[in-house]
């Protein structure tokens, strides 16, 4: 099938999986959608959960094998949306959708571009394609639950929106759940150990706490309060203040690294949620980065953390749309950018595989 043909298939496939809800750890419909379109093609496929996945025709298990991977689970619409968010459609060239930008407009585009090679032979890796499901909460049935499952992946594109410029590093995380003590009492009594007021100089030593080692590609580790929690009722002084802290590790670090300086050196007790969210990255030296190289793109470090992190094979975040957009009202995604995201899926490909 030509890229035209698939380009247009892959935009009627976003329409319909923007039309299905498909919120985390719900996505029985756009995984049957999903099915449907392999059916469509003719292209034998798996289902594990809420997983569908498929491998290239001519599967050659002497050779190494390229992951080509996105997700089709969406976050919740938030209350800021003026359109149906389960009604896409096009205006002024963008296509407007819950999920359209995150992440339906980077798996269609892939999946026409497996449809694109599927046939191919004498390819000189295998492509597994994986629409994968519960990426947004890194849920157990996410591609990390499906890894077990699949055959052993050599190196990956996991499709997110980077307006198609080849983020060749992903900060890892570390959340903290951290409590700072005092003594409590009656609001009407001397207390010179107020949890809350304790809290302030804590709050100033995350704001201004520094991380030693710097990342070319990703920069600084980046720390943040997020959430606080503190007393019952206004006569009261409560005995602890509840804190929630994000760390965004750069690749000079592990997150066991980082959760062992924190809990050494913080003014106050830190406890890790996980460590299994790590920072991931590919050598810019990389073939398949320099495919993409060569036709231009760019490379940077993403800050936001995708199913890359539950790979232990280099990858490479790529795909269109813009990141900026993603969980915001009225999501959208242009029709441009698909339509080059799979012209330039094909071509990096192309400069990688044959």
Same mark, same amino acid.
């Given at each position: 099938?030509?890229?035209?043909?698939?380009?247009?298939?892959?935009?009627?496939?976003?329409?319909?999986?923007?039309?299905?809800?498909?919120?985390?750890?719900?996505?029985?419909?756009?995984?049957?959608?999903?099915?449907?379109?392999?059916?469509?093609?003719?292209?034998?496929?798996?289902?594990?959960?809420?997983?569908?996945?498929?491998?290239?025709?001519?599967?050659?298990?002497?050779?190494?094998?390229?992951?080509?991977?996105?997700?089709?689970?969406?976050?919740?619409?938030?209350?800021?949306?003026?359109?149906?968010?389960?009604?896409?459609?096009?205006?002024?060239?963008?296509?407007?959708?819950?999920?359209?930008?995150?992440?339906?407009?980077?798996?269609?585009?892939?999946?026409?571009?497996?449809?694109?090679?599927? #046939? *191919?032979?004498?390819? &000189?890796? %295998?492509?597994?394609?994986?629409?994968?499901? @519960?990426?947004?909460?890194?849920? !157990? =049935?996410?591609?990390?639950?499906?890894?077990?499952?699949?055959?052993?992946?050599?190196?990956?594109?996991?499709?997110?929106?980077?307006?198609?410029?080849?983020?060749?590093?992903?900060?890892?995380?570390?959340?903290?759940?951290?409590?700072?003590?005092?003594?409590?009492? #009656? *609001?009407?009594?001397? &207390?010179? %150990?107020?949890?809350?007021?304790?809290?302030? @100089?804590?709050?100033?030593?995350? !704001? =201004?706490?520094?991380?030693?080692?710097?990342?070319?590609?990703?920069?600084?580790?980046?720390?943040?309060?997020?959430?606080?929690?503190?007393?019952?009722?206004?006569?009261?002084?409560p005995s602890q203040v509840d804190l929630v802290v994000e760390?965004?590790?750069?690749?000079?670090?592990?997150?066991?690294?980082?959760?062992?300086?924190?809990?050494?050196?913080?003014?106050?007790?830190?406890?890790?949620?996980?460590?299994?969210?790590?920072?991931?990255?590919?050598?810019?030296?990389?073939?398949?980065?320099?495919?993409?190289?060569?036709?231009g793109r760019k490379t940077y470090g993403s800050p936001t953390?995708?199913?890359?992190?539950?790979?232990?094979?280099?990858?490479?975040?790529?795909?269109?749309?813009?990141?900026?957009?993603?969980?915001?009202?009225?999501?959208?995604?242009?029709?441009?950018?698909?339509?080059?995201?799979?012209?330039?899926?094909?071509?990096?490909?192309?400069?990688?595989?044959?």
């Amino acid at each position: 099938m030509n890229q035209r043909t698939l380009t247009e298939k892959a935009l009627e496939l976003l329409k319909e999986l923007i039309s299905i809800p498909s919120f985390s750890k719900e996505e029985e419909g756009t995984a049957a959608a999903l099915e449907n379109w392999f059916k469509g093609l003719d292209i034998p496929f798996e289902r594990i959960h809420n997983n569908i996945f498929a491998k290239n025709k001519y599967w050659d298990d002497s050779k190494p094998t390229l992951l080509l991977n996105s997700h089709h689970d969406t976050v919740k619409p938030n209350q800021a949306y003026t359109k149906d968010p389960f009604q896409p459609h096009i205006e002024d060239g963008k296509l407007f959708g819950l999920g359209s930008n995150d992440a339906g407009g980077c798996l269609v585009s892939l999946l026409a571009t497996f449809a694109y090679f599927f #046939h *191919a032979e004498n390819l &000189n890796h %295998n492509i597994l394609m994986v629409a994968s499901a @519960e990426e947004e909460n890194a849920g !157990k =049935n996410s591609l990390r639950g499906l890894l077990p499952s699949l055959p052993k992946i050599d190196v990956a594109i996991v499709g997110e929106p980077t307006l198609m410029q080849l983020a060749i590093a992903e900060k890892g995380l570390v959340v903290f759940d951290a409590v700072v003590k005092g003594t409590p009492s #009656h *609001a009407a009594h001397p &207390n010179d %150990n107020n949890a809350i007021y304790n809290t302030i @100089e804590v709050l100033e030593w995350f !704001k =201004n706490y520094s991380f030693d080692r710097k990342s070319e590609v990703l920069g600084d580790v980046k720390m943040t309060v997020t959430q606080i929690n503190a007393g019952s009722q206004h006569n009261v002084v409560p005995s602890q203040v509840d804190l929630v802290v994000e760390v965004r590790v750069n690749d000079k670090y592990t997150n066991q690294e980082i959760a062992d300086l924190l809990k050494r050196e913080a003014p106050c007790e830190l406890k890790e949620r996980s460590l299994r969210l790590n920072s991931s990255s590919i050598d810019k030296d990389h073939p398949l980065v320099k495919s993409g190289i060569a036709l231009g793109r760019k490379t940077y470090g993403s800050p936001t953390l995708s199913d890359q992190a539950a790979l232990s094979c280099q990858s490479l975040k790529l795909g269109p749309g813009d990141s900026t957009r993603s969980h915001s009202a009225d999501e959208f995604i242009y029709v441009s950018e698909i339509e080059e995201g799979i012209d330039l899926y094909i071509k990096i490909l192309e400069g990688f595989i044959k």
